[in-house]
């Protein structure tokens, strides 16, 4: 079964007809170059498109001599496409997919269909997010709005050499703008369906001859587009995926002398939203029971994903701030042919609180509440990079040192409600005999077999863990390009990286868990025998049957043998990476390279708690808790053959690039129902063709901008341990299968048309899709988790002032409302086994964003 085949609702008769036929996304090469200082179209300096920049190799050079695959975004194609976080940064870039699972903070990049797997703290970023040259830590930490951006950079496949760790399958490069010396005034006001209603504006302005300042701030709201059914509450909010969040930034650029400039930036952030509840896709014979102990349905009475009803009697509210500060200093030096000092320090910290409803139904089985003791994922990091870079007549060349001090703050809780040992009990009997889950005793059955009083056996704060990691990292790099001859261009990169880091953890439960106690004491499966053969359970199944009773009885957060642990664990990596390239310019149009690229990101450490049945992690399911939760570094080995080709007189830029990439010791985290288990793949190979074209055609006022990308990746054929055999080991699909999020064709294309009338005014129309074949959105690639092929389309069509003073846009996001999930996974305590079509299992999903649309005023001056 898959997650669905979209079926389409059209928006709004008069969205639809305003937006259906409009063709838009215009490539302005230069960022819309003048946007700073409004000037009528005729006036503007024409400009081809193979005059467009870019800094992927960290100093500016044309992106047709960059011998990288890179998507270059330009300022008003990211504002005629609606981009305001990297999440929706998507729909403009091939072989991109962005998702978030339990709440937006846990949102993931993946390229290439390679990207960090699973919601856990403690594994770094496969996809680097680079914000003003300053590196975040995890992706989620740099899904904020993002503000006026000048460009974004999207660099495919490994780019540690310049970028450093955690950019084995490329980066993410923001660029925003800096203030410069025009006095400019900007203001939006958008209106939308879902009630939603944002507000931003800007400053810029001089302070002399020699400073000048930029502010920008936003507020934006928005109903939510999930109905919730909150049962017996405490929950009262009825919507989730809401929007509540604002930002402030501001700059401050110093230029004392011709050659110091500095720029000061300090921003802040804060989200305060309800997020996310999960859809029911399949619901399995643990339904009816969830039913039975629910003041209201419990959960979906039949999967219909996409009425966009969920089930919740906690609160998901999630509480998000992003803070920072920074300074980036520029010295043409007087060393080395006037070589370019640049210092870019930084200070920023990140947390988020969330609340969660672990069953994702209205029965009070599983939660953790929205308070920071509770629920906590916290950063602070310092980073501080050093680059020399220079240039003669034959060598371009950078040195450079990285310095990073990173500590993470963990605070995981798990609290029990009443009716989780009742839906324990009958659950465990209808998996021995559904019979016996229907006896009007069966809801008894735990209370029997551990000796206490019903009510008592799981009930009230069941655990309470800390988790405290400190990683410094110091790495130093080079990357220098000698021109051989006047044709052929030769690139040795290299980085040294040392890491050390060190975890300590601390877990407690509250409650003791006097049921699992129970069980394990010596008269514990006597009194689980006598509970069983009392419900007609025979004799001869209990060796098997008492085993399966314990391990639910004694998971993770009912298992008294975590009680009163505290864990160090350290791990220390010195690892080089680097790249060689060649790249070979036939004449001025055609340009062809090859690569070889060596990539690394960090090892860690599992943050959560892990138990298996030998107390290691790659041991099966089990009761014995995991002491050494760390996992070894990810390496990749990357091959890349490409053409940068020009034509039409530089208005047309067809780029290709074949790939081949090789991960070892690949970082998978795995939901196995009832924790994240970090376990390493030995082989993922990832191969095929990335495709791209910008065209400003022939046609005034009409551009093109648009991609393919094909990847095949797969995981290795031979994958050891149980947990990777058939049929009881969870993760037995994996073997030689595609990976998970990894479409084998990805496509996305966008065109714009710009026209004038009357006097003083502009049109435009904008139209934009991104399309991605099926793919498996489950981590263990559950056939039920699979996302059918789908397509989203956004437009915008406006006018106004042909200065830019002005300008009304109507737009729509996903105008065709297609429906389609981001992350398919097990309903938490409702999933018993791996086989595909199991009938006790039970899914759900997050869904991806119905259609949006609104009406935006921009004003300037």
């Known amino acids: 079964?898959?997650?669905?085949?979209?079926?389409?609702?059209?928006?709004?008769?008069?969205?639809?007809?305003?937006?259906?036929?409009?063709?838009?996304?215009?490539?302005?090469?230069?960022?819309?170059?003048?946007?700073?200082?409004?000037?009528?179209?005729?006036?503007?300096?024409?400009?081809?498109?193979?005059?467009?920049?870019?800094?992927?190799?960290?100093?500016?050079?044309?992106?047709?001599?960059?011998?990288?695959?890179?998507?270059?975004?330009?300022?008003?194609?990211?504002?005629?496409?609606?981009?305001?976080?990297?999440?929706?940064?998507?729909?403009?870039?091939?072989?991109?997919?962005?998702?978030?699972?339990?709440?937006?903070?846990?949102?993931?990049?993946?390229?290439?269909?390679?990207?960090?797997?699973?919601?856990?703290?403690?594994?770094?970023?496969?996809?680097?997010?680079?914000?003003?040259?300053?590196?975040?830590?995890?992706?989620?930490?740099?899904?904020?709005?993002?503000?006026?951006?000048?460009?974004?950079?999207?660099?495919?496949?490994?780019?540690?050499?310049?970028?450093?760790?955690?950019?084995?399958?490329?980066?993410?490069?923001?660029?925003?703008?800096?203030?410069?010396?025009?006095?400019?005034?900007?203001?939006?006001?958008?209106?939308?369906?879902?009630?939603?209603?944002?507000?931003?504006?800007?400053?810029?302005?001089?302070?002399?001859?020699?400073?000048?300042?930029?502010?920008?701030?936003?507020?934006?709201?928005?109903?939510?587009?999930?109905?919730?059914?909150?049962?017996?509450?405490?929950?009262?909010?009825?919507?989730?995926?809401?929007?509540?969040?604002?930002?402030?930034?501001?700059?401050?650029?110093?230029?004392?002398?011709?050659?110091?400039?500095?720029?000061?930036?300090?921003?802040?952030?804060?989200?305060?939203?309800?997020?996310?509840?999960?859809?029911?896709?399949?619901?399995?014979?643990?339904?009816?029971?969830?039913?039975?102990?629910?003041?209201?349905?419990?959960?979906?009475?039949?999967?219909?994903?996409?009425?966009?009803?969920?089930?919740?009697?906690?609160?998901?509210?999630?509480?998000?701030?992003?803070?920072?500060?920074?300074?980036?200093?520029?010295?043409?030096?007087?060393?080395?042919?006037?070589?370019?000092?640049?210092?870019?320090?930084?200070?920023?910290?990140?947390?988020?609180?969330?609340?969660?409803?672990?069953?994702?139904?209205?029965?009070?089985?599983?939660?953790?509440?929205?308070?920071?003791?509770?629920?906590?994922?916290?950063?602070?990091?310092?980073?501080?990079?050093?680059?020399?870079?220079?240039?003669?007549?034959?060598?371009?060349?950078?040195?450079?040192?990285?310095?990073?001090?990173?500590?993470?703050?963990?605070?995981?809780?798990?609290?029990?409600?009443?009716?989780?040992?009742?839906?324990?009990?009958?659950?465990?009997?209808?998996?021995?005999?559904?019979?016996?889950?229907?006896?009007?005793?069966?809801?008894?059955?735990?209370?029997?077999?551990?000796?206490?009083?019903?009510?008592?056996?799981?009930?009230?704060?069941?655990?309470?863990?800390?988790?405290?990691?400190?990683?410094?990292?110091?790495?130093?790099?080079?990357?220098?390009?000698?021109?051989?001859?006047?044709?052929?261009?030769?690139?040795?990169?290299?980085?040294?990286?040392?890491?050390?880091?060190?975890?300590?953890?601390?877990y407690t439960n509250p409650n003791g868990s006097p049921g699992c106690a129970a069980m394990l004491s010596p008269a514990g499966q006597a009194r689980i025998a006598q509970a069983l053969i009392s419900r007609g359970v025979p004799v001869q199944a209990l060796p098997s049957v008492i085993p399966q009773v314990i391990g639910f009885g004694c998971l993770p957060w009912a298992n008294p043998l975590h009680n009163g642990r505290a864990t160090r664990q350290e791990r220390d990596e010195k690892e080089w990476s680097g790249t060689v390239k060649a790249a070979y310019r036939w004449n001025d149009t055609w340009m062809t390279y090859a690569s070889a690229a060596r990539g690394y990101k960090a090892g860690g450490f599992n943050l959560d708690r892990v138990q298996s049945n030998t107390g290691l992690s790659s041991g099966t399911a089990g009761i014995v808790p995991v002491a050494d939760t760390s996992f070894p570094g990810e390496f990749v080995n990357s091959f890349e053959l490409g053409a940068k080709t020009t034509w039409a007189g530089g208005n047309l830029l067809v780029n290709a690039t074949l790939f081949h990439q090789t991960y070892e010791d690949f970082q998978l985290n795995s939901f196995l129902g009832t924790s994240f288990v970090v376990r390493s793949i030995p082989e993922v190979v990832s191969q095929g063709v990335d495709a791209e074209v910008m065209w400003s055609t022939g046609f005034d006022g009409l551009s093109f901008q648009g991609g393919v990308t094909y990847a095949d990746t797969r995981y290795g054929d031979e994958i050891p341990g149980a947990d990777f055999v058939a049929p009881a080991g969870a993760l037995y699909k994996l073997p030689g299968s595609r990976v998970s999020f990894a479409p084998l064709w990805s496509t996305s294309g966008a065109l714009t048309y710009e026209w004038r009338f009357g006097n003083d005014l502009v049109g435009r129309f904008n139209l934009g899709a991104k399309y991605m074949s099926e793919f498996n959105t489950g981590s263990d690639l559950d056939v039920e988790k699979v996302q059918e092929a789908y397509t989203v389309v956004n437009a915008r069509l406006g006018f106004g002032a042909r200065d830019r003073s002005w300008m009304v846009e109507l737009w729509g996001q996903n105008i065709t409302d297609e429906e389609y999930f981001q992350v398919g996974f097990d309903a938490p305590l409702q999933n018993v086994s791996p086989v595909p079509g199991h009938p006790f299992n039970s899914y759900n999903a997050f869904p991806g964003a119905p259609a949006t649309y609104g009406v935006t005023l921009r004003v300037a001056y």
């Open 1 to 506: 079964m898959g997650l669905g085949k979209p079926h389409r609702r059209m928006l709004v008769v008069a969205v639809a007809a305003a937006l259906g036929t409009m063709i838009a996304a215009p490539l302005y090469a230069q960022e819309a170059a003048n946007a700073a200082a409004p000037a009528s179209p005729e006036d503007e300096e024409a400009t081809t498109l193979d005059r467009i920049t870019v800094t992927a190799q960290k100093r500016e050079e044309a992106l047709q001599d960059v011998p990288i695959s890179i998507t270059a975004l330009p300022e008003q194609l990211l504002l005629d496409t609606g981009v305001r976080d990297v999440k929706d940064l998507q729909v403009l870039v091939p072989g991109l997919t962005v998702t978030s699972t339990q709440s937006e903070a846990q949102t993931t990049a993946r390229i290439r269909g390679v990207g960090t797997v699973g919601d856990n703290a403690g594994l770094e970023s496969s996809v680097g997010v680079v914000i003003d040259g300053v590196y975040r830590p995890r992706n989620g930490v740099g899904f904020g709005d993002l503000g006026e951006i000048e460009r974004i950079e999207v660099l495919k496949g490994p780019q540690g050499t310049v970028f450093g760790k955690n950019t084995s399958a490329g980066v993410i490069n923001v660029i925003t703008k800096r203030p410069d010396y025009t006095t400019r005034v900007e203001g939006e006001l958008t209106v939308g369906n879902y009630n939603a209603l944002g507000v931003a504006g800007s400053l810029n302005a001089p302070i002399g001859d020699n400073a000048a300042f930029r502010l920008y701030a936003a507020k934006r709201k928005r109903d939510g587009f999930m109905d919730v059914r909150t049962g017996g509450g405490p929950r009262r909010e009825d919507e989730d995926y809401d929007q509540n969040f604002h930002s402030l930034r501001g700059q401050l650029l110093l230029e004392p002398t011709d050659t110091l400039d500095i720029n000061f930036i300090a921003d802040y952030t804060s989200r305060e939203e309800n997020c996310c509840t999960g859809v029911t896709v399949v619901r399995g014979g643990t339904a009816a029971i969830i039913d039975a102990l629910s003041p209201d349905e419990g959960v979906a009475p039949v999967a219909d994903p996409f009425a966009r009803v969920a089930w919740s009697n906690r609160s998901t509210a999630q509480d998000i701030k992003d803070k920072g500060i920074s300074m980036e200093t520029n010295w043409i030096s007087p060393w080395f042919g006037d070589a370019v000092l640049t210092s870019v320090s930084a200070y920023r910290e990140w947390e988020s609180i969330n609340g969660l409803d672990f069953d994702f139904s209205s029965a009070d089985l599983l939660f953790r509440n929205g308070e920071r003791d509770e629920s906590l994922t916290a950063f602070e990091t310092t980073t501080q990079e050093f680059r020399l870079t220079g240039a003669t007549d034959t060598i371009d060349w950078m040195v450079g040192a990285f310095y990073s001090d990173e500590d993470l703050n963990r605070n995981e809780t798990y609290r029990i409600g009443g009716a989780y040992e009742p839906y324990l009990s009958i659950a465990l009997l209808s998996l021995v005999n559904p019979a016996l889950g229907q006896r009007p005793d069966a809801p008894l059955f735990l209370a029997d077999a551990t000796g206490r009083a019903p009510g008592t056996v799981f009930a009230g704060f069941a655990a309470d863990d800390t988790y405290r990691q400190n990683a410094k990292s110091l790495a130093f790099f080079t990357n220098n390009t000698w021109h051989a001859t006047d044709a052929l261009d030769l690139t040795l990169g290299l980085r040294y990286t040392s890491e050390d880091k060190s975890l300590d953890s601390a």
